[in-house]
């Protein structure tokens, strides 16, 4: 069974800064594909970044520039670093693992852009 625990959301005035952190437990293998999704609210889910193994990495072209995932492979984490935010980032933010043909999800973090 693979859990996954999503932290760092919040409410941040446009141009500001957060990080999210996604922990991962249970069988998680270093060759899965980790990254980050957003819904916001009457929206459909939508990628925002993934990592894979070789740290290649995947944006969605509306963040690109402006957001920087990561992982720690030992640590069974993933991180997504958020700068220059704007009120259409506004989102419930989920962590989410691809592995051996099957796809987890976390239960997600609000991120709220305005002033």
């Known amino acids: 069974q693979v859990q996954l625990v999503e932290s760092g959301g919040g409410l941040v005035q446009p141009g500001g800064s957060l990080r999210l952190s996604c922990v991962a437990s249970?069988?998680?293998?270093?060759?899965?594909?980790m990254g980050w999704y957003r819904q916001a609210p009457g929206k459909q889910r939508e990628l925002v970044a993934t990592i894979t193994l070789d740290i290649r990495r995947n944006y969605a072209d509306s963040v690109k520039g402006r957001f920087t995932i990561s992982r720690d492979i030992a640590k069974k984490m993933v991180y997504l670093q958020m700068n220059s935010l704007k009120p259409e980032d506004t989102a419930v933010y989920y962590c989410?693992?691809?592995?051996?043909?099957?796809?987890?999800w976390g239960q997600g973090t609000q991120v709220t852009v305005s002033s």
């Open positions: 249970g069988n998680i293998f270093s060759f899965a594909t």
């Open positions: 989410n693992v691809q592995q051996l043909d099957a796809d987890y």
